[in-house]
């Protein structure tokens, strides 16, 4: 049965520090994504807060939040069958060095902190992601 997702993705500051957005962008079209909307933004630390809420209580939350509001990003909404899981797939291991061959936080990404993407999780995140960056 077919299963249309879309789930949210961001370019993180190290990726876009290092002018990889046309790269990466070319990782999710190559893997049949298709980018229903982008932007390239720069956000406040206290929107970063918010974004990241989830991980209010675990020690890396704060310097994780300074880190997203940084430098520009690109956020985009991915649409693809299966796409949370399978951009999960694509961009590998939260640590780039424990990520398997050919994933893009393999590939790009320069540590734990600086791991180039970001994914929805699941459906009930992706909705709340994409409202977050692209509700009007
Ligand atoms: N992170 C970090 N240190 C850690 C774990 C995570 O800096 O020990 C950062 C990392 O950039 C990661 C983000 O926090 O992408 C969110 O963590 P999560 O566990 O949700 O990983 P992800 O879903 O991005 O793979
Ligand atoms: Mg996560």
Redesign the pocket.
């Known amino acids: 049965m077919s299963n249309l997702e879309q789930t949210l993705s961001i370019i993180?500051p190290d990726a876009v520090e290092r002018n990889l957005i046309e790269e990466i962008k070319n990782e999710f079209k190559k893997n049949n994504f298709v980018i229903l909307k982008e932007k390239k933004i720069k956000i406040e630390k206290h929107e970063a807060e918010k974004f990241?809420q989830?991980?209010q209580s675990?020690?890396?939350?704060n310097?994780?939040c300074s880190?997203?509001s940084s430098g520009p990003i690109v956020v985009m909404i991915l649409e693809r069958e299966n796409a949370i899981s399978e951009n999960?797939k694509l961009?590998g291991?939260?640590?780039p060095s424990k990520a398997e061959e050919g994933t893009i936080?393999k590939k790009y990404g320069v540590?734990?902190?600086?791991?180039s993407?970001?994914?929805s999780?699941s459906q009930e995140n992706a909705k709340i992601e994409i409202d977050f960056f692209f509700k009007d």
């Open positions: 993180k990241y989830v991980h675990k020690p890396f939350y310097d994780l880190y997203l999960r961009m291991a939260t640590d936080r540590s734990i902190d600086k791991n993407v970001h994914g999780d």
